[in-house]
């Protein structure tokens, strides 16, 4: 675990939820100013899970740009221009850290377990008995996660609400 660091076992996370589960509800859009490129290039917050549009910060018009995993290339001719992106971008908490839905941490550590002992399998580090089990427990706990709230929508949540708040008025007597 200790050759893992806190930003791939995060980025691990939000592949959970955007990949498999796809879930959006914990993404917000922004617009999130870059700065002025060093050497022709600027480095994206890790918290941008897609980027919509990049533009010179003082108007709309849109730059090209090259996207480089972590960093966005430019041409030269925006050595001197201050370049934002508009984008979507996953909920943090107060440390940057991108906040996992409640009822997905199984899904996530498994698929965390699942990725760090992938090379290992593929080195013949562990047997492929082992190896299903990783793989099943880690498609198991997505499963879960995903279907844990396909029935509710607002329909679900006005039914649950009214039958609480009929609940609670025989409790009191009112009904």
Avoid at 17 to 41: A, C, Q
Avoid at 139 to 163: G, P, Q, S
Wanted: glycine share 6%; charged share 25%; proline share 2%.
């Amino acid at each position: 675990m200790s050759e893992y660091d806190p930003q791939t076992i995060m980025r691990w996370c939000a592949e959970v939820n955007t990949e498999f589960i796809k879930d959006n509800s914990g993404m917000v859009e922004r617009t999130i100013n870059l700065g002025i490129p060093n050497n022709n290039m600027l480095g994206i917050p890790y918290n941008v899970f897609k980027i919509e549009r990049v533009f010179v910060t003082d108007s709309t018009s849109l730059v090209e740009y090259s996207h480089q995993g972590s960093y966005l290339l430019f041409n030269e001719k925006y050595n001197n221009t201050a370049i934002s992106l508009y984008a979507k971008c996953y909920l943090t908490d107060d440390d940057g850290f991108p906040l996992i839905k409640r009822g997905y941490e199984k899904a996530c550590e498994a698929f965390c377990v699942y990725q760090m002992y992938n090379e290992d399998f593929l080195e013949g580090k562990i047997d492929a008995t082992r190896w299903q089990d990783i793989n099943n427990t880690k498609d198991w706990e997505i499963e879960a996660a995903a279907r844990a709230w396909d029935e509710v929508n607002d329909n679900f949540m006005k039914d649950m609400l009214d039958i609480n708040t009929s609940m609670a008025s025989k409790a009191q007597g009112n009904g």
